[in-house]
């Protein structure tokens, strides 16, 4: 390439170095000057021009610009057209960007006529996001500095996006006497807030003491309802791998990871799992919006990324999260207050799904010899609460519970949960007085009913929204759950069938509704038989419970 100052005569094929305005017309810079460019020049009294021309081998900036950021991309990323010596590279979803940081040295460092710049390493980008540029300085580059770039770029691309991956997460949260309340509103707010900004969902809340086996039995009941993320806030922060939470995580079958963290704030994470499933002991920050070390680690595991002892503790560079506008003592009593006016907010929103569960929990067991099977463990989770929780996890817009049989005793056990609690005088009479029950005591909004047997300890969360994803409010459908063309459980049915669903009688499901209307049934596919599974006598129980595995010892 030949930069310089061109006489007009000589400067046919120039690309100008700046922009000129020639009488009423405007010549850019970077333009290619033709025949007629030249005339005006001539006309306007202008002789020379500054400017670059191009040699055999050289690759003008834009298009060098495109070939360079193409070689940079990775999964999840997308280059756009380029312009004056400019091409970005883009995310193409919602995730955490991944750089080959030794390799993008390595490219710039060949010459500067490159210039690349990246986001840094896991930094959460939404779809359309610049998360690469690459500039050419000059006007143009050799062919031989492209292919060097080609070289270094051939192990593989060098930026990606890590998607993030929707997670059905639990909260447990214990808690001591005299705590206030707005603690507890601030935290759920904080961390709802987080979960759906990165396209997840805070599906179920659960409170209990300070204690290790309380703590235990939440986790438990997480797990049955299907969460596939716990996280855990205790009453008092967590000191040792032997206190209260990491003990109970440990009762859980759970195994410690790793505690601590070199990022402030924050040092005071635990990381675990049980079996597939990641648990979280949150830091005493993470009640508070201000980012901390949960972010980081939330980030990572929500993009599927590796969280290893060393991976964490290779965050203390940079890990000194501070906004230089702010003292360093700010407290978070703000960020309470705001947090918890939101959660009150999401509380006031919360329902615009279609879907109202109905659980039935009013049997009377009459073929478990004198046991009320609800309140039978699988896994450490009575029945009815492993149904119960599994609907409050799931997308369904309320849950009602309809009680009966012993229904002090069942009533107690789903304290504190947001459902709505029926008695059902009749319960006696069958299955069919409890739907009738439950169906008339359903928000008036609700568009449908998913209809929820509590015997069934298999069924979670995600069986559910599978059921409510398959329901369209635009038309009446029965949704039902099916195996290599057998039917099960739940059943979904939509409110233009509620009055006839509430005329079946004697202790009959929804079979014979779904005989009568077979042309408005919807089949969703599973590959378990936990649609099948019910328990009405001791030997199912105990098959259950063997299958299990878990302990089931008294509720």
Known sequence: MIFGEFRCEDALGVMLAHTLNVGAKTLKKGRVL?????????????????????????????????????????????????????????????????????????????DEAIAIGTLPRHTPVREGQVIATVKIIPFAVPRRLLEACREIA????????????????????????????????????????????????????LRCPHERGAIEHMLRQALAAGCNLLLVAGATVTKDRNDVVPASVVAAGGVIEHFGMPVEPGNMLLLAHIGPVPVVNLPGCARSQRTNGFDWVLRRQLAGLPLTRVDIMRMGVGGLIRNPLEPDDAGDEEDTDAAASAEAAHARVAGSHDVAALVLAAGRSSRMGGANKLLEPVDGVPMVLRAVNAALASQAASVTVV???????????????????????????????SV???????????????????????????????????????????????????????????????????????????????????????????????????????????????AGGGPDGPA
């Open 34 to 110: 033709d025949a007629r460019d030249l005339v005006l020049l001539r006309e306007a009294g202008i002789g020379t021009v500054s400017g670059a021309r191009l040699e055999r081998d050289d690759v003008a900036e834009s298009a060098a610009a495109a070939e360079i950021a193409a070689l940079l991309a990775g999964p999840n990323t997308a280059t756009r057209d380029p312009y004056t010596g400019r091409c970005n590279l883009h995310a193409s979803t919602r995730g955490l960007v991944e750089v080959d940081a030794e390799r993008i040295d390595s490219l710039n460092l060949l």
């Open 154 to 205: 051939s192990a593989g691309p060098l930026v990606r996006v890590a998607e993030f991956a929707p997670r059905r997460a639990a909260l447990v949260m214990s808690e001591r006497p005299g705590m206030k309340e707005s603690a507890f509103r601030a935290t759920v707010a904080a961390t709802r807030a987080r979960l759906e900004g990165l396209g997840s969902r805070l599906a179920l809340v």
């Open 403 to 433: 009680l009966g049989h012993q229904a002090d005793e069942v009533e107690t056990m789903l304290a504190g949960r947001a459902v709505q609690v029926v008695r059902n005088p009749d319960h006696a009479q069958g299955m069919s007085s």
């Open 436 to 546: 009738r029950c439950g169906l008339a005591a359903l928000p008036p909004q609700a568009r449908a009913a998913l209809v929820v047997l509590g015997d069934m300890p298999g069924i979670t969360a995600d069986h559910l929204d599978r059921l409510i994803d398959a329901f369209d409010a635009t038309r009446p459908a029965i949704v039902v759950p099916c195996r290599q063309g057998r039917r099960g459980n739940p059943v979904l049915l939509p409110r233009e069938l509620f009055g006839e669903a509430s005329a079946v009688s004697g202790d009959q499901g929804a079979r014979g509704l779904i005989a009568r209307h077979a042309q408005l049934v919807t089949q969703v596919e599973f590959d378990d038989d936990a649609i099948f599974v019910d328990v009405d006598s001791p030997d199912e129980l105990a098959r259950v419970r063997g």
